[in-house]
């Protein structure tokens, strides 16, 4: 049974710094292209950043480039997203998702499975 387990999310202020990290079990993490996404309530899963399977390559949304970093530790089967100058703007629900090789890894659609979500609230 294929798990994604969010956690590092909670409540910062403008300006600072969180680390999300997304643990795998029940898959080839290897692989896996690896995505994060967000959502608020009422609105489209929105792409955020993922990482190819061997980390060689990361793709990053418009509005998150030069602030969030996505990485992978393929021994830990777990990914992260790097969070800095978090905006009030980049409060959400973030979620972990995996599949194996994307063609299009900002593609929602693409990802076979998809973790609980963790809430960042970001105060201004």
């Known amino acids: 049974q294929v798990q994604l387990v969010e956690s590092g999310g909670g409540l910062v202020q403008a300006g600072g710094s969180l680390r999300l990290s997304c643990a795998a079990s029940?898959?080839?993490?290897?692989?896996?292209?690896m995505g994060w996404f967000r959502q608020t309530p009422g609105k489209e899963r929105e792409f955020v950043a993922a990482i190819t399977w061997l980390g060689s390559k990361a793709y990053n949304a418009d509005s998150v480039k030069g602030r969030f970093t996505i990485s992978r530790d393929n021994v830990k089967n777990t990914v992260y997203l790097q969070m800095d100058s978090l905006e009030p703007e980049d409060t959400d629900v973030y979620y972990c998702a995996a599949v194996r090789p994307a063609r299009r890894p900002a593609d929602k659609d693409e990802y076979d499975y998809w973790g609980q979500g963790t809430q960042v609230t970001v105060s201004s």
């Open positions: 029940g898959l080839t993490f290897s692989v896996c292209t």
